[in-house]
DNA sequence: TTGAAAGCGCTACCAT
DNA sequence: ATGGTAGCGCTTTCAA
């Protein structure tokens, strides 16, 4: 059961490795009749090429890491569907890290990536530049970040256009006559998460009803965390009529939190979610979203990340998708008084 | 900025590249002294071993593969996490593999692992047993089945214990009062969903109560499927008044049948789920369902792979866990008349 | 157009 | 206890 090597094709054939070597990789240099018999032999043999041999000497793997914050989160499993839809028929093999948020997590990922030498990794949700990726990028392993711009550097980004998500729920809960809209926003200091709350500022103070204070709130991405920041507000002299979570999970800490003080939805708070994963459509939920394209997110990223594998010296790029709205039952006007 | 290779440590300790390879490996051959010479080395040297030169010499990679029918499904999302809890502390890489449970998908997938030289390969809800499984068993590469049995040959299975389950669901309702017990179940002819019917039809029939024409239902796993089958169930002349679907998924289906329907859950239909997912525990949701021990399935299944890993020579092992039951407010006593 | 041979970085054997 | 060296399977000059 000893593994067919390119030697037992050449022998066959009756040529040597390297003729072996050529025709297999279709280059031209060999001659269409060489070709055939070669593709005939390794047919008849079952040989494949081993990507271990072939890596340690090209420095080409086939392989791409994908560095994720939190696998569990339905979210984050339609992007790496999205990834792999474009990776997996090219016939590279996706190495899928979780990190559950941890930086040092993530640091150890991409250093154990780039040791296993990796043509390119995904960088998705990641938190900030560390030295794995700057060594990365001094290695010339090309890196896309995706949904979170990690600060700085040489790195291709696919983002949404997040002051029109949040502008889209805005004029949504506005238009029904809430005034006291507040916010939870993701909790660590990404690009994406501010971005969002400038737009929120800037859309309410636009209109003359500036946020009060305590109508913000940062918190982690855990369905509790949310629970625990909607308590909190509830509190408030004058809470919020309307809620805007920055993710599905968070809507429904939300709704947590609602029911433990037995307050309705939509009728005591209207409640916006983002991201519109199949939970929000669930008829018990009927959440009011702003909808991510998830999976297209995840084929850009990975688009992104071919082209600069098949050719490192091109720049990097930025793609920004567009969000869209989808109304259910978790909005309704503000009651009166 | 070319790699630090181990022919630099050598030089720089003034060994032989021999002495630094076994001096890393902590080869007991080596002396303390030298050992501690060789470290310091390599640390100044910022040297690290490339798992590819290692691979192609010695055919370990130190990544194991892990196929899974659906990525997106949190049931098995939580499963990979109990995974790499172990396997990623001991410095393996896993390769995740996405099959959407179609077979040719698996079947690549298993293929591209071995040409990839994995230590060992998970197969988490594999359909049955293929040319590429049993040429992974050809090969030495120790495979484990997690959740779904494959059928026959060598591999290690990792499951629960399914009749047990289905009793828990089973005397649950019976205890409310419920005669009529619909069950939805999995499609595919696979282990754990036979299994379960058998202890479904044998507990009603102990209890002279056999199920009626109708009253099973095989369902692929998604939303849309057992919605499909639970509106059929309910056109039945007699229809089921408690519903056992054995996944949470699947009950999530049924509650949108009902919701359809205009019917109540749980004044109109009882139902019990299986896997207790976060989606179960929301406050919208509340599903009475069997727990399923996700993190610890991954685990064991990544300690028997890991054992076999160290030693081919070990027979195969089962590990069949218990489930757990929780009940929520989908379940209640069936309605007078 | 094809072949011979070097070498990617490592480990395992055999010497010393 | 340490060193020399072959060779894992492949690609890539360079020569023929």
């Known amino acids: 059961m000893a593994r067919v090597t390119i030697r037992d094709v050449a022998k066959r054939v009756g040529v040597s490795e390297a003729t072996v070597s050529n025709a297999l990789a279709d280059k031209p240099i060999v001659t269409a009749e060489t070709k055939a018999r070669v593709r005939q032999a390794a047919e008849e043999l079952g040989y494949h090429i081993s990507p271990i041999a072939r890596a340690l000497r090209t420095g080409q793997t086939g392989t791409v890491g994908i560095v994720v914050s939190n696998l569990a989160n339905p979210f984050y499993a339609d992007i790496l569907l999205g990834i792999s839809s474009v990776l997996t028929p090219l016939g590279y093999q996706t190495i899928i ?7 040092e997590l993530q640091e150890w990922h991409v250093t154990h990536l780039l040791r296993h030498m ?5 960088l998705l949700s990641y938190s900030s530049e560390t030295k794995a990726t700057t060594r990365a990028l001094a290695a010339g392993v090309p890196l896309v970040a995706l949904w979170r711009r990690p600060g700085g550097s040489e790195v291709s980004f696919v983002g949404m256009d997040d002051p029109v998500a949040m502008r889209l729920a805005l004029e949504h809960l506005w238009s029904l006559g809430h005034r006291r809209i507040g916010l939870l926003r993701a909790h660590a200091a990404s690009s994406p998460s501010e971005a969002r709350q400038n737009a929120y500022t800037e859309y309410l103070t636009g209109r003359g009803a500036p946020p009060l204070p305590g109508m913000v709130a940062g918190v982690d991405l855990s369905i509790e965390g949310s629970r625990d920041a909607t308590l909190q ?8 009529t309307a809620l805007i979570a920055t993710s599905d999970l968070m809507a429904l800490g939300v709704t947590m939190a609602l029911a433990e003080r037995g307050l309705a939805m939509p009728a005591d708070m209207s409640v916006v979610g983002f991201e519109d994963t199949f939970i929000a459509g669930l008829p018990q939920i009927q959440l009011t979203a702003v ?5 297209e997110l995840g084929i850009h990223a990975a688009e992104l990340l071919l082209e600069r594998i098949a050719d490192s010296s091109l720049p990097v790029r930025d793609v920004v ?7 259910r039952s978790s909005t309704a006007p503000p009651q009166a008084g």
């Open 97 to 103: 890290c979780n990190t559950e948020s941890r930086a």
């Open 118 to 122: 990796v043509d390119g990794i995904v």
């Open 233 to 240: 507000m509830l509190d408030l002299p004058a809470p919020p």
């Open 291 to 295: 909808s991510v394209p998830r999976r």
């Open 321 to 327: 998708l567009q969000p869209g709205f989808r109304i």
